[in-house]
């Protein structure tokens, strides 16, 4: 259980659970927090972020056991929720060569969450993007039969430390060449739905993907799978409803 | 007593066999039929409906609705002791009678069930119909008309016939859409500059523009007072109001900030002299 505490390294304050006994002020890049006790049953909840856009609710409650969770979410709700789906442009083309496998860590955006624990329930309160130029969309495909997905392009990283805090987290992603001949990849569009988001400190992970670039009949593809990375980071609450997604395949150009 | 009463009716005859009991008994079938049929459709609005979409969800309450309604009538005439197969053969010659009596009608009804059977637009999507000048979200395709719910919120009906022979343009069918508008710079700005702060601007300020596919800028004209520019933009489908009505506005601005012209119409007129 943590209380308002801060990261040694920043002014911001820290995923995790806070009490809400009381009053409650939380710090985000470009976002202020404020939880208000304005009587014996309610709570108002205060945000701004930095372009004065102001969110205020009122939180009836039941019982003084009330907790809040900040944090990391899927960038799937800014500016508003209209696919499952994210395009991940990388900053630098990767060639695999015939029948090889390489595996890359990369930046991918991250939405923020704030969740009400009541009865060790989660629900969904608000959820925020502190660099809402990260929060864009493109189409995959054509106008007609396109899939409409999150843009963004990303940068490699190093590990899984290397995520830059409440703006993006590190995914491992792993590509495997069966082709006989070599492949570029400069991109990837998967449902990021079966991607469960951790969390330790300010920091971010998301649950890999696995990319195999197969033939089938005499069409090549690029099948993409999520993969559960393994961490004693905190298992992030889901925002959205439980959505069952199928795997993706990505056409090869 | 009633069942004196009830005696006393099945003996009053109004035509033929016709008695003012089996007329009641009748009403009562018609009756219960009529408001069993309303309860079906209600709960099925209620518990089931919302599952489905919206045009199924409507054709399947018009069936329930209209199923019971026949069940109903069926034993209204059965308890009225009206042979029905005589109805069958005099109702075939009399089908064909107003049949060229009511085309309009028939066709309507025609074009309704083959609107539902095609579905070139589903209950609930924006469409336009360029013939008619109409443009709105599909409320509902009827029996003999469907119904239009135009953007200022009034609601037009259109006959099935003319509904189904026009052309239809869907305005939801495709996941993306595109935007576009029309800005005129002096001739002394630089072009690249121009549309450099213009997309960075679009950026920056519209969300819901589609990275890829980028924007795009044509030079669409060298024009009388200006060089035209023609931005194209995509967005998501249902975001056409992010997207179009803002995005002169945006660079409008963007230009403003930047110090680029954007002309007056003018003329420069020579004189003789010179």
Redesign the interface.
């Known amino acids: 259980m943590k209380t308002m505490s801060n990261d040694s390294e920043n002014i911001f304050s820290n995923y995790g659970i806070y009490d809400l006994s009381d009053n409650l002020e939380l710090f985000l890049p470009n976002t202020s927090i404020r939880f208000q006790k304005i009587s014996d049953n309610a709570f108002s909840y205060f945000r701004e972020n930095s372009e004065g856009k102001i969110i205020e609710k009122i939180i009836p409650v039941k019982s003084d056991d009330i907790k809040i969770e900040l944090a990391p979410i899927r960038p799937l709700n ?3 929720r ?1 696919t499952n789906y994210v ?1 991940l ?1 990388f900053d630098k083309e990767i060639y695999l060569s015939e029948n090889s496998a390489a595996s890359i860590f990369v930046h991918c955006p991250i939405e923020i969450g704030i969740f009400l624990i009541h009865n060790s329930n989660h629900e969904s309160l608000d959820c925020i993007t502190c660099n ?2 990260t ?7 054509t ?6 997905c999150k ?1 963004a392009k990303v940068l490699l990283a190093s590990d899984y430390d290397d995520s830059i805090s409440y703006v993006n987290g590190v995914m491992q992603i792993v590509i495997e060449n069966t082709l006989s001949f070599g492949q570029t990849i400069s991109k990837v569009i998967f449902p990021i739905t079966d991607n469960s988001l951790y969390y330790d400190k300010s920091k971010t992970i998301l649950d890999g993907i696995k990319i195999t670039m197969k033939k089938r009949a005499v069409v090549n593809i690029a099948d993409v799978k999520t993969t559960s990375v393994e961490t004693d980071w905190v298992l992030s609450p889901t925002w959205e409803d439980g959505t069952t997604n199928t795997t993706l395949e990505m056409g090869l150009e | 007593m009633p069942l004196e009463f009830l005696q006393s009716l099945s003996e009053m005859y109004i035509v033929g066999e016709l008695t003012v009991l089996s007329l009641l008994i009748g009403g009562v079938i018609m009756a219960g039929g009529i408001i069993l049929a309303k309860i079906a459709k209600l709960l099925f609005h209620k518990y089931y409906a919302p599952s489905l979409p919206k045009d199924t969800a409507q054709n399947i309450s018009k069936l329930i609705y209209f199923g019971i309604l026949i069940i109903s009538f069926l034993g209204f005439t059965s308890s009225q002791g009206i042979d029905l197969s005589g109805i069958m053969v005099a109702g075939g010659i009399f089908a064909v009678v107003i049949g060229f009596a009511t085309q309009s009608v028939v066709s309507n009804l025609i074009s309704g069930l083959f609107l539902m059977v095609e579905k070139p637009a589903k209950h609930g999507d924006t469409i336009e119909l360029p013939d008619m000048g109409i443009s709105g979200t599909l409320l509902d395709v009827g029996t003999f008309s469907s119904k239009i719910r135009r953007f200022d919120g009034t609601i037009t009906r259109i006959p099935n016939d003319k509904f189904f022979t026009s052309n239809i343009r869907s305005l939801t ?6 935007a576009d508008v029309m800005v005129g710079i002096s001739y002394e700005s630089d072009i690249e500059h121009a549309i450099s702060v213009m997309r960075h601007d679009i ?2 300020n519209m ?7 980028e924007p795009e800028f044509r030079i669409e004209e060298l024009g009388d007072s200006s060089v035209n520019i023609h931005v194209y933009v ?3 489908r ?2 056409w109001s ?1 997207v179009q009505p803002v995005l002169l506005t945006i660079i409008k601005k963007s230009l403003d900030k930047s110090g680029i012209e954007i002309p007056y119409p003018q003329r420069v007129i020579w004189t003789g002299k010179d």
Not at chain 1, 135 to 141: D, E, I, N, P, V
Not at chain 2, 173 to 178: A, D, G, K, Q, Y
Not at chain 2, 207 to 213: A, D, G, N, R
């Open positions: 800014h500016p508003a209209r395009f442009k809402p130029l929060s864009r969309f493109g189409l995959y495909g106008p007609d039969t396109g899939t409409l843009y | 069918l495709s996941t993306v859409r595109r950026f920056e969300p819901f523009v589609l990275q890829i596919p995509w967005h998501p249902d975001d992010q």
